[in-house]
């Protein structure tokens, strides 16, 4: 009689422990996975994960909460959902900060105002500030591309291209350390690419430098990293 106790107690106990951690399990990846399309889902995924996310919890609820209810009282099994919870994005958080891709894009000439006619330098510069090393794919080779624009009429943001580096259309990856900088240098002579028997004109002369992205399918134009500088052309 004792023995059939005990074996019945220990079977129990072991069905309540098996709960627990599928329960536990459960919890846990439905809170990473709901981290993970918060932050980098698409709009159809969010929206089909959100749908998913309403019917889940019922299922949950009848298969292991109703059942733990007979061993567990209610406000223990809100601590361990909401223990596991936090474990879950503490943990979700810190392999995040570790592996998701960190990037300093930036662009610089080496003076802010020229004479006509001086070369301009111009320096890009692609930084991993990551902890681990990254990777992306250029739809050029280089894989920056330069485009200076003038400032056409008195809006600024409408602007006349003078210049642009050439490029060798192929998509190419690259991969960049962490801490370290991909940097490429160009120059610009001050000519007109499109006339380039004609002066340009003196005054304000935007650098623009972009990565072209090569999981766009819109050609030079579509923009992976995108910055700029301005600078000035004087005849005095």
Do not use: C
């Not at 919890?27 to 994960?49: D, E, R």
């Not at 330098?121 to 794919?137: A, D, P, Q, R, T």
């Not at 250029?138 to 400032?151: A, D, G």
């Amino acid at each position: 009689m004792f023995k059939n106790l005990k074996s019945s107690i220990t079977k129990g106990t072991m069905r309540s422990g098996l709960l627990v951690i599928v329960f536990s399990a459960i919890i846990f990846i439905l809170t990473t996975v709901a981290f993970i399309v918060v932050h980098v889902g698409t709009q159809p995924l969010v929206l089909y994960s959100a749908l998913a996310y309403m019917i889940i919890p019922f299922f949950v609820y009848a298969f292991l909460v109703e059942p733990l209810m007979k061993k567990l009282d209610r406000k223990r099994i809100l601590l361990l959902t909401f223990g596991v919870m936090s474990i879950a994005l503490v943990s979700t958080q810190s392999i995040w900060v570790i592996t998701a891709p960190k990037w300093s894009f930036s662009v610089s000439t080496n003076k802010s105002t020229y004479m006509f006619g001086e070369t301009v330098i111009i320096s890009v510069s692609l930084k991993n500030m990551g902890f681990i090393s990254h990777s992306f794919k250029s739809k050029v080779t280089n894989p920056v591309v330069i485009s200076i624009e003038r400032p056409y009429g008195d809006n600024p943001t409408v602007r006349k291209q003078v210049w642009y580096s050439p490029y060798h259309p192929e998509d190419t990856e690259f991969s960049v350390e962490p801490n370290r900088i991909l940097q490429r240098d160009f120059l610009w002579n001050q000519t007109d690419i499109h006339s380039p028997e004609e002066d340009i004109e003196s005054g304000t002369y935007y650098i623009i430098a972009f990565i072209p992205d090569a999981q766009d399918d819109i050609g030079i134009r579509s923009k992976l990293f995108n910055t700029y500088t301005i600078i000035n052309i004087t005849s005095t």
